[in-house]
T-cell receptor, first 114, second 113 residues
Framework: DARVTQTPRHKVTEMGQEVTMRCQPILGHNTVFWYRQTMMQGLELLAYFRNRAPLDDSGMPKDRFSAEMPDATLATLKIQPSEPRDSAVYFC????????????FGPGTRLTVL | AQSVAQPEDQVNVAEGNPLTVKCTYSVSGNPYLFWYVQYPNRGLQFLLKYITGDNLVKGSYGFEAEFNKSQTSFHLKKPSALVSDSALYFCAVRDTGGFKTIFGAGTRLFVKA
């Protein structure tokens, strides 16, 4: 049963520290998405990739967030420096290219910045 | 621009009763519509989708959704609710201009025993 995996599942850090979240998309999926979920803002799209190339990262605060896909099996989301307002659940999702294809979500990384 | 609206923050229903979770959409071309469910401390999980064809779409866990083009709606339904259906439900539309999926704000469903 193919699944999207994310590490770590939980992260507590102090303001100013660097945070790196990792995602392994489902093999054969060529689109990858990063979302952030909070009670106040709901589900926000931060960035997405097609065939490892970043297509849109307009949802990310550029000065502190960065997203990359070093290879087809790994996507990373980094926050440097982290701030308390970054506390949220971060989801990675993958899917096959195509308007009619659904996304498969990972279990999320719950980030708390103190 | 594509958008979806879920007019209810919360829906309460008794176990065994039918349930409906509402969704309306706005698209500039052919609509590609989805429903996802999120259980506590989990990622979103795909339920069903409308691409073309029959207006009644059947999905996982006994859920179905009715596509209504004239009312631009895609309501999620289930004939008999279970307590285990209690979760957060998201309606979504595919952005035909790119690769993004536009998600609604979510509707929390409570099913009481």
């Amino acid at each position: 049963d193919a699944r999207v995996t994310q590490t770590p599942r939980h992260k507590v850090t102090e303001m100013g520290q660097e945070v790196t979240m990792r995602c392994q998309p489902i093999l054969g999926h060529n689109t990858v998405f990063w979302y952030r979920q909070t009670m106040m803002q709901g589900l926000e799209l931060l960035a997405y990739f097609r065939n490892r190339a970043p297509l849109d990262d307009s949802g990310m605060p550029k000065d502190r967030f960065s997203a990359e896909m070093p290879d087809a099996t790994l996507a990373t989301l980094k926050i440097q420096p982290s701030e308390p307002r970054d506390s949220a659940v971060y989801f990675c999702a993958s899917g096959k290219e195509g308007y009619y294809n659904e996304q498969f979500f990972g279990p999320g990384t719950r980030l708390t910045v103190l | 621009a594509q958008s979806v609206a879920q007019p209810e923050d919360q829906v309460n229903v008794a176990e065994g009763n039918p349930l409906t979770v509402k969704c309306t959409y706005s698209v500039s071309g052919n609509p590609y519509l989805f429903w996802y469910v999120q259980y506590p401390n989990r990622g979103l999980q795909f339920l069903l989708k409308y691409i073309t064809g029959d207006n009644l779409v059947k999905g996982s866990y006994g859920f179905e959704a009715e596509f209504n083009k004239s009312q631009t709606s895609f309501h999620l339904k289930k004939p008999s609710a279970l307590v285990s259906d209690s979760a957060l439900y998201f309606c979504a539309v595919r952005d035909t201009g790119g690769f993004k999926t536009i998600f609604g704000a979510g509707t929390r469903l409570f099913v009481k025993a």
